[in-house]
């Protein structure tokens, strides 16, 4: 399945870094990720719904749970080729290239639907949750994670904090929705929503540290149309990043889920 994408992702994919990025960035947070797809039963013969292939590391992990001998697989879809042609021939994984907001999958087609960081990149996040919810199964999942700001913004640290209030005010895209994302999710049909958050410290010199460093460098434009940092202070900030020494909360990560009625 192709089709022609209407608009490209906020962060520019040729900005130099962004394959090692999106690699850290899974290296990151797949172990908590697909730690909650188990609890919510993945395994064998399901079929999922991967929304945003990044480095394509969730995607594989996935199938290697779904596939195989088990039958199930897993849909990798992204508006970006170059992303999706990262998993093309990839074991029990079919990838696809499409834009969710315009294109469909057929009703009741996954056991499993999965989404993270992307939905703040979309205008009208709730009416995409809501295209979503006809592709489950009775019984699937839903399983959002997105960001949230405010622990950092708060750092007594002026210059931490005030880069994390750039990112809220970015009107690229929205790095607070998983503050609303609970309340969006409860208004979809679904039951059995649930949602947890979690924190994790930025420490210098790490590679969690290293892809704040990375990801200040894709969006420092923006950063800095904001007014609320200069780029002399995030050359300062990335500097930081790199040494031992620095410690400050991370974003928090908001995952919610929800599942489709059997009736």
């Known amino acids: 399945m192709r089709c022609e994408p209407s608009t490209d992702y906020v962060i520019p994919s040729d900005w130099g870094g962004e394959d090692e990025r999106l690699r850290l960035l899974g290296e990151w947070r797949d172990p908590i990720t697909l730690a ?3 609890r919510l039963g993945l395994g064998p013969g399901w079929r999922c719904l991967e929304v945003g292939v990044g480095s394509g590391l969730t995607a594989r992990a996935m199938a290697a749970r779904v596939g195989g001998g088990g039958g199930g697989r897993v849909t990798a879809a992204d ?22 907001r315009i294109d469909d999958f057929p009703a009741g087609s996954f056991d499993l639907i999965h989404t993270r960081l992307v939905l703040e990149h979309l205008p009208d996040p709730a009416a995409v949750m809501r295209r979503m919810v006809e592709w489950l199964a009775p019984g699937g999942w839903l399983l959002f994670e997105e960001p949230d700001t405010a622990q950092g913004a708060v750092s007594p640290d002026d210059l931490w904090a005030r880069h994390m209030q750039a ?5 690229g895209y929205d790095c607070n929705y998983g503050r609303r994302l609970p309340a969006d999710v409860a208004r979809l049909g679904v039951v059995a929503v649930d949602a947890e958050m979690d924190t994790a410290m930025v420490r210098g010199g790490t590679d969690l540290a ?54």
């Not at 990112?167 to 009107?171: E, N, Q, S, V």
């Not at 928090?252 to 489709?260: E, L």
């Open 36 to 38: 909650r797809m188990e």
């Open 79 to 100: 508006i970006n080729a170059a992303f999706v042609a990262r998993l093309e021939g990839a074991p029990d994984i079919d990838a696809v290239q499409c834009d969710i």
């Open 167 to 171: 990112y809220a005010a970015d009107p």
């Open 210 to 263: 290293r892809w704040y460093a990375m990801t200040i460098e894709a969006v420092r434009p923006g950063l800095v149309s904001t007014g609320r940092i200069t780029a002399a202070e995030l050359d300062e900030l990335a500097a930081r990043l790199g040494r031992p020494g620095l410690l400050e909360p991370g974003m928090t990560f908001v995952a919610v889920w929800g599942r489709q009625p059997t009736g």
